[in-house]
């Protein structure tokens, strides 16, 4: 069984958006007549989309197990979990998987595409001021986002 990563998940997400372009590539050589092939780029661009809404997504589900409990990162720390979730906790021998499971289940009905969302989801990585540290230069961050 192959491990994973964030950056190796999203490696082969996006080789889907490459493929869409081949395909129009190989398409358009065809000259098709009266054939709107513009889907196979929007296709593309939303492989794109998607690959890095997981990118995000995974980069958090694997980074929030990783904390002790008495060295979580602050966003974390103040994470609300449903009462009935303490079984789970109690009985659990490695505690980081259960962290790791309450943060995706929260992630899984949000979109990390704002800019914003992206780094508010991070902070329960541990991962601060990520756009700033990404980019320092604020026109440059803005153009950027």
């Known amino acids: 069984m192959s491990i994973h990563s964030a950056r190796s998940l999203f490696e082969k997400n996006i080789k889907s958006a490459e493929d869409c372009l081949s395909l129009y590539d190989a398409i358009v050589k065809l000259k098709p007549a009266r054939v709107n092939i513009k889907w196979v780029l929007r296709a593309s661009v939303m492989f794109t989309v998607s690959a890095l809404d997981s990118y995000f997504h995974d980069k958090v589900k694997y980074g929030v ?79 950027l986002k």
């Open 65 to 143: 197990g990783k904390f002790s409990v008495n060295a979580l990162p602050p966003a974390l720390a103040k994470f609300e979990i449903p009462i009935s979730g303490l079984p789970a906790w109690d009985q659990a021998k490695r505690k980081g998987n259960v962290l790791r499971n309450w943060v995706t289940d929260y992630l899984s009905v949000r979109t990390l595409q704002s800019p914003v969302a992206v780094a508010e989801a991070l902070k329960l990585a541990g991962i601060n001021d990520f756009w700033a540290t990404i980019e320092p230069v604020q026109a440059d961050r803005d153009a």
